[in-house]
């Protein structure tokens, strides 16, 4: 039987860019192909996505200036603190076939946010937070059956100084920060305290595939949208 209009949009993503607001940095067009293209220099949104194929917030998160809106469809919300999670059946032999994979000693350093790149840019700086890759190789993993693929993570930036920045960042999935608080070297949130090399004036974050990207230039800078957007756009060619 075919959806009625009304089911049909709740199970659609419909996002919208603000053409005021878009600087034309290509950051959402490079990320998420399938919904965002460019049409002169201007970021549009062309197509919707099903839900559950992207993570509206993720989406929205790609762009430094907040141009991006979820017009149609559910934004991903907090999900509450899981106290459980049921065995899945025949975990043992799964456990027994990787128990003996050693830990990736960069993926530890990334889940505390320790894995930084600071890059210089024509009038300030780019400092990348990389993210890890994946969730530790440990037998509550396969007994509750979760996929060892790279977790999403909520995050906050906050200037706290003339030249420092204090990025939050937390485990999104509530299944996965269940199992953060009983599995060594996997926390549940990290906390990076960044002072950069001298005051700082304007400053951009936006999620990058890996991990998170800030833009910060120096004090006195003008137009840094126009900055932000001519390094983005030598970035992403």
Known sequence: MPK???EASATMLEFHVDPQTCIGCVACADAYGQIFKMVGDKAVAYAAAAAGSV????????????????????????EEEVRSLPLVDGWEQEWARHRH????????????????HLLREQKGW???????????????????????????YEYTVEQVGPATLSVRARLADAKLRFLGGKINSFPNSFKVDYRFPEPIGAWYRRL????????????????????????MVAHAA
């Not at 994979?101 to 930084?116: A, C, I, P, S």
């Not at 990058?208 to 390094?231: M, Q």
């Open 4 to 6: 009625t209009e009304t």
């Open 55 to 78: 993570r509206p917030s993720k989406v929205i998160q790609c762009c430094p200036v907040d141009a991006i809106q979820l017009v149609a469809g559910e934004m991903d919300q907090g």
């Open 101 to 116: 994979e050693t830990e990736d000693l960069l993926e530890r350093e990334r889940r505390y946010g320790r894995v930084l």
């Open 126 to 152: 780019r400092l990348r937070i990389e993210l890890p890759r994946t969730i530790p190789n440990h037998r509550l993993v396969y007994m509750y059956g979760i996929q060892r693929q790279a977790p999403e």
């Open 208 to 231: 990058y595939e890996g991990g998170i990207e800030i833009y910060a230039f120096k004090e006195g800078v003008l137009d840094t949208d126009a900055h932000l957007r001519a390094a």
